[in-house]
T-cell receptor, first 115, second 115 residues
Framework: AQSVSQHNHHVILSEAASLELGCNYS??????LFWYVQYPGQHLQLLLK??????LVKGIKGFEAEFIKSKFSFNLRKPSVQWSDTAEYFC?????????????FGKGTHLIIQP | EAEVAQSPRYKITEKSQAVAFWCDPI?????LYWYRQILGQGPELLVQ????????DSQLPKDRFSAERLKGVDSTLKIQPAELGDSAMYLC?????????????FGPGTRLLVL
């Protein structure tokens, strides 16, 4: 069974600070990887996804993530955060074979950006 | 922009009562998912439909939960009888197809409180 581990449950940063949120997964085969964000009062939205090719993927709002296969990691980064980045961030994995393709999520990281 | 619709947004019920949640996916999306998100956790897949057929319900507690998507469009998730531990956010998501690189789009969720 696949699993996802997010290292930090709560992160507090000041505006303009750099961000890196850790995500490690456990899965024996080829995976598809996602970062979703949930802003206060809003529903889950896709930030970025990796399926194949360039392991450095860019998403919306200046976010990027790097897939490191040897480390089973898919860390999320942003060079300079803004107050509006305050949200819950979820890393998710999906096996790429078969018809069942529900996502397995990590527990989430609650990010607070202080002005 | 098309969105996944869910109702009700909030539901309070007493244990042993029956509850039902409704989801209308984005038009044309063949795949529909129901997830449960307990406070402080990431979403967990309950059931996946491809059109009107169940693809994966391995995590659905079938003694009390049921889900249907009779015409391959909207879907209903039912709990009977509800238990205190069922208090959670129930999320519906849809995607254009399975076995692809398609994004899952999430609805706003139904927050259930069982007293």
């Amino acid at each position: 069974a696949q699993s996802v581990s997010q290292h930090n449950h709560h992160v507090i940063l000041s505006e303009a600070a750099s961000l890196e949120l850790g995500c490690n997964y456990s899965y024996g085969g080829t995976v598809n990887l996602f970062w979703y964000v949930q802003y206060p009062g809003q529903h889950l939205q896709l930030l970025l996804k990796y399926f194949s090719g360039d392991p450095l993927v860019k998403g919306i709002k200046g976010f990027e993530a790097e897939f490191i296969k040897s480390k089973f990691s898919f860390n999320l980064r942003k060079p300079s955060v803004q107050w509006s980045d305050t949200a819950e961030y979820f890393c998710a994995v999906k096996g790429s074979g078969g018809g069942a393709d529900g996502l397995t999520f990590g527990k989430g990281t609650h990010l607070i950006i202080q002005p | 922009e098309a969105e996944v619709a869910q109702s009700p947004r909030y539901k309070i019920t007493e244990k042993s009562q029956a509850v039902a949640f409704w989801c209308d996916p984005i038009s044309g999306h063949a795949t529909l998912y129901w997830y449960r998100q307990i406070l402080g956790q990431g979403p967990e897949l309950l059931v996946q439909f491809q059109d009107e057929s169940v693809v994966d319900d391995s995590q659905l507690p079938k003694d009390r939960f049921s889900a249907e998507r009779l015409k391959g469009v909207d879907s209903t998730l039912k709990i009977q009888p509800a238990e205190l531990g069922d208090s959670a956010m129930y999320l519906c998501a849809s995607s254009p197809m399975a076995r692809g690189i398609e994004t899952q789009y999430f609805g706003p969720g139904t927050r259930l409180l069982v007293l």
